[in-house]
């Protein structure tokens, strides 16, 4: 069973982690660790618009050939 990427999870998290460095306190371990976490939520991100990007042209195309040979 595959797992879907839910991106606009992805992008609440990204927003919290945001808000947490906006504390003046922070502690350095969990800010590492709250980094780390935003650079692998970003690199997701990335992946699934690129994803979904290339899912988007391949249905143009289909209709743009489908639209061609009429």
Avoid: P, T, Y
């Amino acid at each position: 069973m595959e797992n879907k990427f839910d991106f606009s999870a992805a992008i609440k998290e990204l927003e919290e982690i945001s808000l947490w460095f906006q504390n003046e306190e922070i502690d350095l371990d969990e800010g590492l660790a709250k980094f780390k976490k935003g650079a692998a939520l970003i690199k997701k991100c990335r992946q699934h618009l690129k994803e979904v990007e290339n899912q988007f042209f391949e249905v143009k195309k289909e209709v743009e050939e489908e639209k061609s040979n009429k």
